[in-house]
């Protein structure tokens, strides 16, 4: 079992008497934005109703949702022309149309309908930041990622659903995650990092030493085929690797629940198996993540350039295959230690 001190995730204190605040940058997004009165005034009244304590469930869902698409509006727009569905004329479809291509739809996590069945409850920094300091964050993690995992999924279902009708095909679709209150609970680490997890199956770091010579000789991740569910059923950890997942260009992390999205809290992490690739240029300037020319490895980057970063790996990033403790596998390729694309569970509902 592995423990950990409450800090980081454990540190991040959610602060209802912060929502006041929210309220005010969030109006003047809102006031700011290029959308008709009708719809301004729409969102704003919603929001202003889940902002009140009586219409609140114990983790404010429904506004960081809100908060979340609000957000995305003042953050879309400097990669271009920006569309947003709008909610006070029932339209369907995506929540955001960048530059007349790009569909991007925006869903927020939640902890779950009941967090005492899963046994998450006892591990919320609600419940243990007055404790003796210690959780185990391996189990606490396993939950998290599975709460995750379904909200990425759930915007999959919403694209076949739409398919053809309000979303066109051939088109990148890109889902815009916000962790929502879990973000007070979730290391993403840096770059937020920790989303490979789920995306394509990153287990725990490892070393391979000569037990000659007691040299490391090597070193990267071990590779997980999928994670269980509090009730002990399989959800794929390897989304992007999944054939259900094939209709998914990326995945936009916005790791910051209660302050303006920048490209210092919110990263794009590609689908190397994408159908319609979205290039990353259609996000200049941000932080994103995609594989190597040669399908080998799958790490962050900056304006083409990979970047060095704290991890297993001598030069920062995480091996796509070769090492018997390969991060993920190689793109388009089966490895004996990892599962082919069509052998992958599909995700599961949490």
């Known amino acids: ?41 729409f969102r704003k009244q919603h929001l202003q109703w889940a902002a009140e304590p009586a219409n609140q469930d114990p983790f404010a869902n429904t506004f960081f949702q809100l908060a979340h698409e ?15 569905a709008y909610d006070s004329k029932h339209e369907g479809g995506a929540d955001f149309v960048l530059n007349g291509a790009v569909y991007v739809e925006c869903v927020c996590a939640s902890p779950g309908r009941n967090v005492q069945e899963s046994g998450l409850d006892p591990l919320l920094v609600r419940n ?113 690797c999944s054939p259900d ?3 998914v260009s990326g995945v936009l992390l916005a790791a910051a629940p209660d302050e303006r999205y920048t490209m210092d809290n919110t990263f794009l992490f590609l689908n190397p198996f994408a159908e319609n690739r979205l290039p990353p240029s259609a996000f200049q300037g941000l ?28 030069d920062g990033s995480t091996a796509l295959s070769g090492r018997k403790h390969a991060h993920v596998l190689r793109v388009g390729a089966r490895q004996d230690r990892a599962p082919a694309r069509g052998d992958l569970p599909r995700a599961g509902s949490v």
């Open 1 to 41: 079992m592995q423990r950990v001190k409450l800090q980081g995730a454990g540190g991040k204190i959610l602060k209802n008497e912060g929502i006041s605040r929210q309220l005010c940058e969030l109006y003047t997004v809102l006031g700011d934005a290029e959308i008709p009165d009708d719809e301004r005034t």
């Open 245 to 247: 997942f094939k209709c």
């Open 128 to 240: 243990t930041v007055n404790s003796a300091g210690l959780i185990d964050y391996a189990e606490k993690n396993r939950l998290l990622k599975a709460r995750l995992t379904n909200s990425l999924q759930n915007k999959v279902d919403f694209y076949q659903k739409h398919l053809d009708r309000s979303i066109p095909g051939g088109q990148p679709y890109v889902i815009f995650l916000s962790p929502g209150y879990l973000t007070y609970e979730w290391f993403e680490e840096e770059y937020g990092a920790a989303l490979t997890e789920i995306l394509l199956g990153r287990g725990q770091p490892t070393i391979t030493i000569n037990v000659e010579t007691g040299k490391v000789v090597a070193s990267g991740y071990a590779h997980e085929n999928s994670l269980s569910k509090y009730n002990g059923a399989a959800i794929n950890c390897n989304l992007f």
């Open 287 to 314: 932080v994103y993540w995609d594989s190597t020319s040669d399908g080998t490895k799958y790490c962050p980057w900056h304006d083409g350039k990979p970047i060095k970063m704290d991890s297993p790996q001598s």
């Open 70 to 84: 609000i957000r995305s509006l003042a953050f879309l727009p400097q990669y271009g022309n920006t569309r947003m």
